[in-house]
């Protein structure tokens, strides 16, 4: 069974930084595409960042390019979201997904997804 599970959010000051971790199991994800999507409420979920778990390749919404990084530990697994120079407008749900696509900013594409972790981002 395929399971995504992150952690590591919680409540920030606007300029700071939170590192967010989703720790995959159940199958081997050689050749997926990793992805971090957030929703805030009452808004659609979109995507934040994305990366081929064995490639390296990553791909960033406009709007986190220069503040997010995102990562992986494949050998445990895991992929890492840090995010800096946090802003109000960052504050979301943040989830984890996985897809045997190519990078792609369509929640759709994603199979597999997380539980979601809330970060409060406050002013």
């Known amino acids: 069974q395929v399971q995504l599970v992150e952690s590591g959010g919680g409540l920030v000051q606007a300029g700071g930084s939170l590192r967010l971790s989703c720790a995959a199991s159940?199958?081997?994800?050689?050749?997926?595409?990793m992805g971090w999507f957030r929703q805030a409420p009452g808004e659609e979920r979109v995507f934040v960042a994305g990366?081929?778990?064995?490639?390296?390749?990553?791909r960033y919404a406009d709007s986190v390019k220069g503040r997010f990084t995102i990562s992986t530990d494949n050998a445990k697994n895991t992929v890492y979201l840090q995010m800096n120079s946090l802003e109000v407008e960052d504050t979301a749900v943040y989830y984890c997904?996985?897809?045997?696509?190519?990078?792609?900013?369509?929640?759709?594409?994603?199979?597999?997804w997380g539980q979601g972790t809330q970060v409060t981002v406050s002013s």
């Open positions: 159940g199958r081997t994800f050689n050749g997926y595409t």
């Open positions: 990366i081929q778990f064995s490639g390296g390749n990553t």
């Open positions: 997904a996985a897809s045997r696509l190519w990078i792609s900013v369509a929640s759709k594409e994603y199979e597999y």
